[in-house]
């Protein structure tokens, strides 16, 4: 064995953290990793981008203070009320299209301050 290598996986016990080396099930750290604060200021900034994505627009969101789950519920309801497509991907919400305007007001309705960025 390397000095670099790691266990992830036990007969005794089956997949394990690679941070506590405890079998999943008993693995506190998953725990304070969902429990830490979300990235982000709260602030949410819309804006649109065509850069690296074959010309293609899309609206993007970041910024948002939310956990996963609420970042993912957001994100549906703003795609559904565009009427488009989109994904969540490293806690910024991208929708496809161009609907930056929309989606900050939107955002500014359900509550959050959210304010245009970029071009």
């Given at each position: 064995m390397s000095g670099g290598s790691r266990l992830v996986y036990s007969t005794e016990t089956g997949r394990t953290c690679p941070d506590c080396r405890q079998a999943l099930a008993d693995c506190r750290c998953a725990a304070l990793k969902k429990a830490a604060k979300p990235a982000g200021d709260g602030i949410a900034r819309v804006w649109r981008e065509s850069k690296g994505r074959g010309g293609k627009t899309v609206t993007l969101v970041k910024g948002m203070a939310l956990s996963d789950d609420d970042l993912q519920a957001l994100g549906k309801k703003l795609r559904a009320a565009c009427g488009t497509g989109g994904t969540v991907k490293d806690g910024v919400?991208?929708?496809?299209?161009?609907?930056?305007?929309?989606?900050?007001?939107?955002?500014?309705?359900?509550?959050?301050?959210?304010?245009?960025?970029?071009?």
């Amino acid at each position: 064995m390397s000095g670099g290598s790691r266990l992830v996986y036990s007969t005794e016990t089956g997949r394990t953290c690679p941070d506590c080396r405890q079998a999943l099930a008993d693995c506190r750290c998953a725990a304070l990793k969902k429990a830490a604060k979300p990235a982000g200021d709260g602030i949410a900034r819309v804006w649109r981008e065509s850069k690296g994505r074959g010309g293609k627009t899309v609206t993007l969101v970041k910024g948002m203070a939310l956990s996963d789950d609420d970042l993912q519920a957001l994100g549906k309801k703003l795609r559904a009320a565009c009427g488009t497509g989109g994904t969540v991907k490293d806690g910024v919400i991208e929708i496809q299209g161009d609907h930056a305007d929309r989606v900050t007001e939107l955002l500014i309705k359900a509550g959050h301050p959210a304010k245009r960025a970029g071009g």
